[in-house]
């Protein structure tokens, strides 16, 4: 089972560089998952950037703490199985934080979880949480995914080991940039601590610079904007899964600098 997985989609910029890895990826991997909680114009997802990446051949759809940030959301997010936010949100929050999915004949699960650690401590415990959903979905199948959208690379990392040998995949979202730890641990769970965004580079993490800059040297809030003028990065993982035992045999980071006249024509 062979998965395409990309992190954080900053607006526009982001979805371009998708479809343009999409264009030479979908036909030769079984499962594309992406993380959209940036996707409508850096702040949260509306009902038209969803059925836009469902266009791209995207299959399923994590978030994190922007899921709320464009209201529209909580207009479809219960009427649709492939959008997921954060599982470890406290009970009647809408949408679901995980899903059994099948593909090609392969039964698995899909589970999303954010951390507590400098981010929201309001959540339920996300180990906890994955106990409590593993005790549940291992009797349907083998083969566990789990975006972890966390800020600290601590938390994400004590929660692939807590995971080892029971996820199949355990890969990080949230700070928008890459690290270069891709491994298949000791009990074969792949693991990546952030999988990176996908937007344009010379940014601050997919933002115009100038707001940024002046919130690092003022200390006031400012209005943040999708850089769109740039040229675009595209970050994401692929992955191959063993369908039997349900163990990570390979992972590996993919990483395209694009040129914004490549683009031209997409989206």
């Keep these: ?10 607006g526009k910029p982001g979805r371009r560089a998708l479809r343009y890895m999409l ?6 991997v079984d499962l594309v998952i992406v993380n959209v909680e940036n996707a409508a114009g850096g702040f949260g997802i509306t009902k038209k950037v969803y059925e836009e990446l469902k266009s791209m051949g995207v299959d399923l759809m994590t978030s994190g703490n922007h899921i709320w940030d464009n209201k529209e959301v909580f207009g479809f997010i219960d009427e649709v199985d492939d959008l997921l936010r954060p599982a470890n949100y ?3 929050v809408p ?3 995980y899903g059994i999915f099948e593909k090609s004949g392969v039964k698995f699960v899909l589970i999303n979880l954010m951390g507590r650690s400098l981010l929201d401590s309001n959540l339920d415990n996300p180990f906890k949480t994955f106990d409590r959903i593993y005790q549940e979905v291992s009797k349907e199948t083998n083969i566990i995914l789990v975006d972890f959208h966390a800020e600290t690379t601590s938390e994400k990392w004590a929660f692939g080991i807590y995971a080892d040998g029971r ?10 940039v ?15 601590t952030d999988v990176g965004m996908s937007g344009c580079w010379y940014s601050a993490i997919g933002m115009k610079p100038k707001e940024a800059i002046e919130r690092f040297l003022t200390g006031i809030p400012q209005k943040y904007q999708v850089e769109e003028q740039e040229d675009v990065v595209f970050n994401g993982i692929l992955v191959e899964i063993d369908p039997f035992t349900g163990k990570t045999t390979s992972i590996e980071r993919l990483q395209r600098y694009i040129k914004r006249e490549e683009l031209l024509g997409v989206l």
């Design 167 to 176: 996820a199949s995949l355990v890969y990080g979202t949230h700070t928008h």
């Design 90 to 92: 406290p009970d009647g």
């Design 23 to 28: 264009k030479q990826y979908r036909q030769v």
């Design 178 to 192: 890459p690290t270069a730890d891709q491994i298949v641990l000791k009990h074969g769970t792949g693991y990546i």
């Design 1 to 10: 089972m062979r998965l395409f997985v990309a992190g954080d989609i900053i």
């Design 95 to 97: 949408g679901r934080g």
